[in-house]
C-alpha cells in the first residue's frame, strides 16, 4: 500500500462546477497535510494546508481533513479552465521531506 | 510563501559531460532541501536530501557518485549530474521547508529541464 494514495484521473468536470479530488494517507500520526497544484511543464506550487479536522476555506478552495478515516480532500468550487493542472496531495510522515501522492490530473471543460 | 530559486531553468549537454544545478532559498535560511527528478507524466521523486555543513542523505537506487550534493551554506545547495547520459534527461526541482517550530511548508523551486544529447 502506498503512503499517500490519489486516483490518478483524469477527472474532468465542466466550467463552473465543483472539482473534488481525493487522498488518503496509510500513516496515523501525520498532522499536516498539503494540497500542491502542477501544472505541464512546471514545479509544483503550495495551495492549501490544513492540519485539524474540519474545513478550511480559502478563495474558491476548500480544504477537507478527516483524520479518523485518513481522508483529505480538496474541493474547487466555480473551477475554471485555468484550473486544469495536477493536483498532489502530501503528508508530514514525520521524515524531513514532505510525502507526496502521485497526483490527480484535472481538467476543466470550457 | 517562501521563495525558492534554481538555475539554470534550461540546460543541454553533450553525453558524457557534468552539469551543475543550483537551489538557493532567497528569504530564509534552510538547513535542509530536498531534490526531487521528474519525468514526462510521471510522479515526483524524491532523489536525495541535502544537509548544511554534511552529507546528503540519498534516496534508494539513486547512485551518489553520479548526483553529487553540495550544501555549502544555509541559502544554497547544488546537485551536479556527473557523466551524463541521456537517460539522466530530465526535471530535477529542489525544495526547503523553512526552519523553525510548528508546521514546516515545503517550497519548490522553478525546475531545471536538463536535456542530454
Known amino acids: 500500500q502506498k503512503e499517500v494514495e490519489q486516483n490518478s484521473g483524469p477527472l474532468s468536470v465542466p466550467e463552473g462546477a465543483i472539482a473534488s479530488l481525493n487522498c488518503t494517507y496509510s500513516d496515523r500520526v501525520s498532522q499536516s497535510f498539503f494540497w500542491y497544484r502542477q501544472y505541464s511543464g512546471k514545479s509544483p506550487e503550495l495551495i492549501m494546508s490544513?492540519?485539524?479536522?474540519g474545513d478550511k476555506e480559502d478563495g474558491r478552495f476548500t480544504a477537507q481533513l478527516n483524520k479518523a478515516s485518513q481522508y483529505v480532500s480538496l474541493l474547487i468550487r466555480d473551477s475554471q479552465p485555468s484550473d486544469s493542472a495536477t493536483y498532489l496531495c502530501a503528508v508530514d510522515t514525520g521524515r524531513r521531506a514532505l510525502t507526496f501522492g502521485s497526483g490527480t490530473r484535472l481538467q476543466v471543460q470550457p | 510563501g517562501a521563495v525558492v530559486s534554481q538555475h539554470p531553468s534550461r540546460v543541454i549537454c553533450k553525453s558524457g559531460t557534468s552539469v551543475k544545478i543550483e537551489c538557493r532559498s532567497l528569504d530564509f535560511q534552510a538547513t535542509t532541501m530536498f531534490w526531487y527528478r521528474q519525468f514526462p507524466k510521471q510522479s515526483l521523486m524524491l532523489m536525495a536530501t541535502?544537509?548544511?555543513?554534511?552529507?546528503?542523505?540519498?534516496e534508494q537506487g539513486v547512485e551518489k557518485d553520479k548526483f553529487l550534493i553540495n550544501h555549502a551554506s544555509l541559502t544554497l545547495s547544488t546537485l551536479t549530474v556527473t557523466s551524463a547520459h541521456p537517460e539522466d534527461s530530465s526535471f530535477y526541482i529542489c525544495s526547503a521547508r523553512e526552519p523553525g517550530q510548528g508546521v514546516h511548508e515545503q517550497y519548490f523551486g522553478p525546475g531545471t529541464r536538463l536535456t542530454v544529447t
Open positions: 490544513i492540519y485539524s479536522n
Open positions: 541535502s544537509n548544511e555543513g554534511s552529507k546528503a542523505t540519498y
